[in-house]
């Protein structure tokens, strides 16, 4: 089976701009989260979506947001970027909502200047 | 409000030491509990996970970890460790309550040769 993918791999964006990123979780999962990750602040989730309907979304400010589509394929949006959102975004994906065993992506790393 | 915590971020040992990292949750009702691993330049992956059943369980690479209820902790162990044992390595927790993980901080291992 083929893991959880995420592209791109990296990205380097200026202050004030928007990204998506897009995940593809492994076939048949239909539990999405996005988590993010920094040196200071270790994984910080984000949001889950399972079935297209987001389930659980944690601290982030609304600048932040995400879908899923009827594929399960997912994508998180972050809007108006600032210097802090600079990050190793991971996504992970579930057969089931995320109380259970999660496969994790390699992540997006994203470099705001 | 429901938290897990790690209670070392880092930790530094030589080859062959033996290995315990504390995991603690603030919640009294039932959980799931993880040990997830993220070695340098690799994606997160599962150590090994307690639903329920025999509080002592085993996972990869000659982990286990124990489940002691009345002390809300799930500690890792490893007899010995090796040099490829580097890594960061995350506990998580779902409480009964919600379908969220809820994530510790993380402890970075460092194994001298």
């Known amino acids: 089976k083929a893991g959880v993918t995420q592209t791109p791999r990296y990205l380097i964006k200026t202050r004030g701009q928007q990204v998506t990123l897009s995940c593809s979780p492994i076939s048949g999962h239909r539990s999405v989260s996005w988590y993010q990750q920094t040196p200071g602040q270790g994984l910080q989730f984000l949001f889950e979506?399972?079935?297209?309907?987001?389930?659980n979304k944690g601290n982030f400010p609304g600048r932040f947001s995400g879908r899923q589509f009827s594929n399960s394929r997912s994508e998180m949006n972050v809007s108006t970027l600032e210097l802090g959102d600079s990050a190793l975004y991971l996504c992970?994906?579930?057969?089931?909502?995320?109380?259970?065993?999660?496969?994790f992506g390699p992540g997006t790393r994203l470099t705001v200047t | 409000a429901q938290s897990v915590s790690q209670h070392n971020h880092h930790v530094i040992l030589s080859e062959a030491a033996s290995l315990e990292l504390g995991c603690n949750y603030s919640y009294g009702g039932t959980v799931n509990l993880f040990w997830y691993v993220q070695y340098p330049g690799q994606h997160l992956q599962l150590l090994l996970k307690y639903f329920s059943g025999d509080p002592l369980v085993k996972g990869i690479k000659g982990f286990e970890a124990e489940f002691i209820k009345s002390k809300f902790s799930f500690n890792l162990r490893k007899p010995s460790v090796q040099w490829s044992d580097t890594a960061e390595y995350f506990c998580a927790v779902k409480m009964d309550s919600n379908y969220q993980l809820i994530w510790g901080a993380g402890t970075k291992l460092i194994i001298k040769p």
């Open positions: 979506y399972f079935s297209e309907t987001q389930r």
């Open positions: 992970a994906s579930s057969l089931s909502l995320a109380g259970y065993e999660q496969y």
